[in-house]
Structures are given as C-alpha cells and as structure tokens.
C-alpha cells in the first residue's frame, strides 16, 4: 500500500508548515497570540481562511475544496508540531463535520459561505459537568413551541466558544438522561438572547467556556438532521475529533522528540554531552519507537473513520485513541525526565508540548473509557 503523499496534499503540507513557520517562530510569539482577546490571532485565522484550510472539508459542490481526513491530518499534524491556537479543531473539525455530514442543502447554503471564508467560526457543545467522556448523557432538554425550539441546559468545556458565531448544540427532545435514542443536534448563535458564555484559558494554552442555554428558541431549520435520533451524527463527529487529534498529538510528539535529542546532542555533564550515555540513547529510541507506533494509529485512524461499516469504525478510531494516549503520556513524560529542570519550566517550549500532550490523552475520551470500548467490540481482530 501506498502511504506517499499526492503532489496536491505536498502543497497542503508546505503551505500549511510555511503558516505556522512564520505565525509561531517562538514561544514568545505563541504566547503574544494566547493574549489577544480571543486567544488566537484574528489575522493569523484569515490566513488560514487564504490557504483554503477552512473550506478544506467541504466539497466543491458546496464551494471547499473537497479535502478528506488524510487532508486535514496533514494540517492537524502541522498545528501539532508549531503549537499553533487558532480553533481549527473545534472549527474545522468538530463543527464543520457537524454541517457537512447534518447540513441538508438548504442549511449549507446559509452556513457554508461563512465557513469557508473564515468569517464565521463553529464549535461543538456536547460535554455536561455529569456525562464524562459519553455522548449520550444529555441532561439539556429542547422542546418543541409551535415552529420554533427551545433549548434550556448547561455546556462545560465548550472549545473557543468565546470565539464562535454558531454552537453545535446536543439537546435531549425525548427520554431520559442516557437514553440514546431523542437526542437532536441544534445550530444555534452564540449572540441568541439567552446564551451565556463565561470563557477561561485552558492549561495548554486554549480557550473553553461554559455555555448556558435559557429558553433559547431557535427554528425548526436549525436542526441537523432527524431531531430525536442526532447520536449517530454526533458520534461521527467524535470520531472525525480522534482522527485530528492523533494527528495533531503525532505533531506535537514530533517536535518534543526532536527537542529532547537535541538537547541530549547540547547538554554536557561530567565533561561530555549527556547523550553520550548509552542508557540515555535507548531512552530516546524508546520514545522513538512510541512517536513511528503513534504514526502508524493516525494513519490508520485517517483511514478507518470514513468506513461505512459503524462497528468496524468505532473499534478502530477507540484502539487509535487508546495508543495515541499512551504515546502521549510516555513521550511528555520521558522528555521531562531527560531534560531535567528544564524541562518543567514554561520558559521553555517543551513544557509547552507536554501540556498540550496531556490534556490531548483526556480530550474525546481517556485511554481506559477507550480501551473498554475495544475490549466490548471484541477487538481489532476476530478471536
């Protein structure tokens, strides 16, 4: 199997590097971004919104440019390795999979000009304070008036919503709490009289808010899809959200495996550099091994989470997030041990990565909700 580029994703690639190359040359320059009032540079975004990254999941029907998940891959991996913060995940992942796969035809033509222009941002609200990592927990009620809906509930760790035009919205219509079925998916704006959004800064340099829904009303033309069974919709954006975030981990993996050889090439002791020692070479190697196994999961996730078969899928995007997390939490924690003090000081960009790797491995799910998902599928491969 061929696993080389095409000269059209080559492009995406150096496009997208050059970006973050000249958007984050240092820490410094991160963190200058991290402090604008929205958490990410404005200017920054409508470069990105230039290089087509915005439109890159629609089709060309609908005006994108008809990018696959090996596309945005390519692009998550890049914001991985440069830190970068502008909200292309919660975005031009979470949300945009939300339009293309619910949107009916109507809905993406009001929508998707604003998308892919990068005048409008998305975000995805599925997270309650009791849910944990499980998407049919929904204790946020809608009900239907007449032709309209009306939302009332609470949201927690709602990624840049601070910074979005339009909340992709799980609200329960029918059932109880963790009953999967009457569960619907509401587009709804974040200026809509009732919506409350209190935003703070995330440990990785991010934004989230908690969002507040009282008697929202929203019309009947802002449902994606069926309004009582809007779980599978919202599952496959999930799955979509593993697939980018093993990418941008593999990035992020990346840079802080470089660093740490780097500084193991630089730091002297006892007269020599410390990556003289040999029990310090196989450590890196070790870390090595863990970032190309970590490859290999993302790939494999690109590949597996446009599969028509849901069951296959599901499996396959658990058991990359599961090797994902444990690539995370191994490479973050073997850079701080060979770096030493430095290694924990936020003067530092490998901190920095170790952050971001850490609160990647709790983000769509933690390596043991994972690895029971696996474990109930009956595995990868048949007994």
């Given at each position: ?35 604008e ?21 629609f ?47 109507d ?80 587009v ?92 310090l ?16 999961m ?72 994972h ?13």
């Open positions: 199997m061929d696993f080389d580029f095409s000269e059209e994703q080559n492009l995406l690639r150096d496009s997208v590097e050059r970006f973050c190359a000249d958007g984050y040359p240092s820490l410094e320059a991160r963190q200058a971004r991290t402090r009032p929205m958490g990410f540079s404005e200017a920054n975004w409508g470069k990105l919104a230039e290089l087509g990254v915005c439109g890159l999941p089709s060309e029907e609908d005006g994108g440019f008809g990018g696959g998940a090996v596309e945005t891959m390519i692009v998550m991996e890049a914001i991985g390795r440069n830190l970068a913060v502008e909200p292309v995940f919660a975005s031009g992942v979470l949300g945009a999979t939300a339009i293309r796969l619910g949107a009916d035809s809905q993406k033509a009001r929508w998707l000009p604003g998308l892919i222009e990068g005048t409008t941002r998305l975000t995805l609200a599925h997270t309650e304070r009791q849910s944990r990592y499980d998407l049919h927990d929904v204790a946020t009620k809608a009900r239907r008036e007449g032709s309209h809906y009306v939302l009332d509930g609470q949201k927690s760790v709602v990624l840049n919503a601070d910074s979005a035009g339009l909340i992709v919205v799980s609200a329960r219509l029918s059932g109880e709490r963790r009953d999967r079925h009457g569960i619907g998916l509401f709804v704006p974040a200026d809509a009289p009732g919506v409350t959004i209190e935003a703070y800064p995330t440990q990785d340099g991010g934004r989230a808010a908690e969002v507040a829904f009282a008697n929202v009303a929203v019309g009947a033309d802002a449902v994606l899809g069926d309004s009582e069974d809007g779980l599978p919709l919202l599952v496959r954006v999930a799955e979509h959200g593993i697939a980018a975030l093993a990418a941008e981990a593999l990035g992020s993996m990346s840079a802080l495996h470089a660093l740490t050889v780097d500084y193991l090439k630089q730091r002297k002791q006892f007269g020599v550099t410390v990556g003289s020692f040999q029990a070479q196989h450590r890196a190697v070790d870390m090595l091994i863990a970032l190309e196994q970590a490859r290999s993302a790939i494999y996730g690109a590949m597996m989470v446009d599969s028509a078969d849901a069951a296959e899928r599901a499996a396959a995007l658990s058991a990359v997030k599961v090797q994902v997390n444990k690539a995370c939490r191994f490479l973050g924690q073997e850079a701080v041990q060979l770096h030493g003090g430095i290694g924990m000081t936020m003067e530092y960009i490998g901190a920095h990565h170790f952050k971001r790797l850490a609160m990647i491995e709790y983000q769509l799910g933690d390596t043991p909700y690895l029971r998902r696996v474990a109930d599928d009956g595995g990868l491969i048949a007994a």
